[in-house]
């Protein structure tokens, strides 16, 4: 990744592309990385050969004028580098930071944008931010020279601000607008949230809850009505809400067309003594279909036979709903999980509503599988149910799963008779690793059991734990059982971390430290040429102590068996479980081919 901290440099590079006949798409943002700035970048590489990530923070932008030179110092100290490592780690190809002092104010701007103008008569405060942020974004365009810009759906009225500046000039960019990405809890991905509190946090997701609940409404009141409703339900100190029209932003005195619900909040006073946490979101609505079903900022077609997610506690009823799915003709999905679900597990569920017509997630706790003592797995279980069950219920239900499954504790591993299966590779490493092992008989015995109670033509499973997806393939092949496997890639936090519910146990510090794990992953992919087994492994186990953690396991193997290799001779997996503070079973792999 090449990293460019001058206009002059960006403005030449971007020229030497174009001369190669390379095509560039940029992702234009404010710095203070996340997931949603990362899927900008994933659409950018699907749609030109060079992507350009660059960071501009603008005083008057962000207005935060009194605290804007220390801001400005604290992120070049600290959140600069962990920028970096994100782009470098999601495969940018130019990383720009620019200077702060890049830009001219004063160029001229003859464009009319009656939505924003609107706006900015209304909220004198946000004057600077809209007039300079259309300055910046057209100097943007004549220094990378795009040939495509990725937009969040989230910030609408910029949106609306870069493709007015396209049109106006004729430019020949395409503008593609990426749908809000949520975090696990359906709270948009902002740099804000993390200034929230717990309590903050807790209520800035009703903005997302009323979005939803507004936009399947059978029919719509007055927008006085509707503004009043959405002021009411959102628990936050300040809410302001828009409601326009979905194409010009025009604002709308009824729903007689597509609309835009647009709601700003301001909660909490993050960092600084006079700065706030800015949370906006927005939805779009469609009257003429009656209900819609929003997912992710995306306007799905509306299914009227659609219903609320169903929660199975009971082995029988389930066994009876898959038998009557089955009858109908329908396909089942399953995602099998031990719950406190988080991001990773919701792009399983993602994946299998792509492939089947019933998508069932199921969460199944036995004390073996944990290696725990009896009373060690009973206080699990009860802090499971007391603090993570609601969270985990109303997760699935956010991401459209059709049956949570919910059987008693234990009951699936209970009585369940043992298998007649070999699996050479996992059994060997379940002898030598009597106190961490990668799987064991019980487990894969109730695997058994589950796909004889769900019935599922497809079983999702998360490439983060290879022993477990080769494992349940294995089983599936020599059962000869009708399930088809989609492995899934690893979800990964915006520093790289694979996403796990262990991380949430990681100080800053630790976390910090923990993601030298996919850093020394990646980097390892990138070498040409690979030394001794030997010397691969003691280089993970540098690297991992150097940032104060330890090593638990490495296992360097063929990445089709799972067989330890000798040397680097064929495609390979190296899977690390390593060890931060008290947290343990971090657990990353990488498939390379040589």
């Known amino acids: 990744m090449k990293i460019i901290e001058s206009i002059e440099e960006m403005r030449e590079y971007s020229q030497q592309i174009k001369r190669e006949g390379k095509t560039i798409a940029s992702v234009n943002t404010a710095g203070d990385l996340h997931k949603g700035h990362m899927s900008l970048v994933n659409i950018g590489k699907d749609n030109a050969d060079v992507i350009i990530l660059s960071v501009s923070r603008i005083a008057d932008y962000i207005y935060y004028n009194e605290e804007y030179e220390e801001r400005i110092e604290k992120y070049k100290q600290t959140t600069l580098k962990t920028d970096i490592q994100l782009c470098y780690s999601q495969g940018v190809d130019i990383f720009c930071h620019y200077p702060d002092d890049s830009w001219n104010y004063e160029a001229p701007l003859d ?18 931010a809209y007039l300079h942020g259309l300055c910046v974004w057209q100097q943007f365009f004549d220094i990378e020279k795009p040939d495509v810009t990725i937009l969040g759906q989230k910030d609408i009225y910029q949106n609306l601000a870069v493709k007015s500046i396209i049109d106006d000039a004729a430019l020949p960019i395409k503008v593609i607008i990426a749908p809000t990405i949520r975090e696990f809890d359906g709270l948009a991905y902002s740099s804000g949230n993390k200034f929230l509190t717990l309590s903050e ?55 007689d067309r597509d609309a835009i619900v647009v709601i700003l909040t301001f909660t909490g006073v993050g960092k600084f003594k006079n700065a ?56 089942i999905g399953l995602i099998d999980t031990e719950g406190d679900l988080h991001d990773g597990h919701m792009s399983l569920v993602k994946i299998a509503k792509e492939n089947v017509d019933v998508a069932v997630l199921s969460i199944c706790h036995t004390l073996d599988y944990f290696n725990f003592s009896t009373v060690e797995y009973e206080k699990y279980i009860k802090i499971y149910e007391q603090e ?9 239900k956010l991401n459209n799963v059709d049956v949570l499954f919910l059987p008693p504790m234990d009951d699936i591993y209970l009585d369940v008779p043992p298998l ?30 589950l796909y004889n109670i769900i019935l599922p033509d497809v079983s ?31 979800i990964r936090e915006p520093d790289g971390l694979a996403g796990s519910s262990r991380n949430r146990f990681l100080s800053p510090s630790q976390r ?22 030997v010397d691969i492994k003691k ?40 060890k931060f503070g008290t947290v343990d079973y971090l657990i990353d792999n990488i498939i390379i081919e040589p």
């Open 201 to 255: 946090r807790q209520d800035a997701v009703s903005i997302y809850q009323v979005l939803c609940e507004i936009s399947k409404w059978p029919s719509y009141p007055s927008i006085a009505e509707i503004k009043k409703y959405i002021i009411d339900n959102v628990h936050v100190p300040y809410c302001c809400v828009d409601i326009c029209c979905a194409e010009t932003l025009e604002e709308l005195h009824t729903i």
């Open 539 to 578: 280089h993970i186990t540098n690297r991992i102590n150097q940032a104060n953690g330890n090593i638990v396991h490495i296992d360097i193997c063929c990445a089709e068996t799972l067989k330890e290799l000798d040397s680097i001779n064929k495609k390979f997996i190296i899977i690390v479980n390593a």
């Open 276 to 331: 706030i946490v800015e949370l906006t979101d927005n939805i779009i609505i469609k009257p003429k279909f009656g209900e819609v079903d929003i997912r992710d900022n995306i306007i799905i077609k509306p299914n009227h036979n659609r219903t609320k997610m169903k929660i199975i506690e009971s082995i029988n009823e389930m066994r009876e709903y898959s038998r009557q799915v089955k009858q109908i003709g329908k396909t």
């Open 388 to 396: 993570f069950l609601e969270k985990d219920i109303e997760l699935c």
């Open 111 to 128: 464009i009319s944008i009656p939505a924003l103008e609107r706006l900015i008569v209304n909220r004198p405060k946000t004057r600077p």
């Open 420 to 449: 007649n299966v070999s699996i050479p590779t996992i059994d060997q490493l379940v002898i030598d690793r009597h106190d961490h092992p990668p799987t064991n008989m019980k487990f894969i015995s109730g695997a058994k059991e």
């Open 512 to 533: 910090q430290e923990a993601t030298s794990i996919y850093q020394t992953l990646h980097e390892i992919s990138r070498w040409s040429t690979y030394p001794s087994i």
């Open 460 to 490: 999702v499973l998360g490439q983060k734990d290879a022993h477990q997806v080769f494992v349940l393939k294995s089983v599936i092949k020599q059962l000869d059982l009708p399930i088809k496997v989609i492995t899934a890639p690893i």
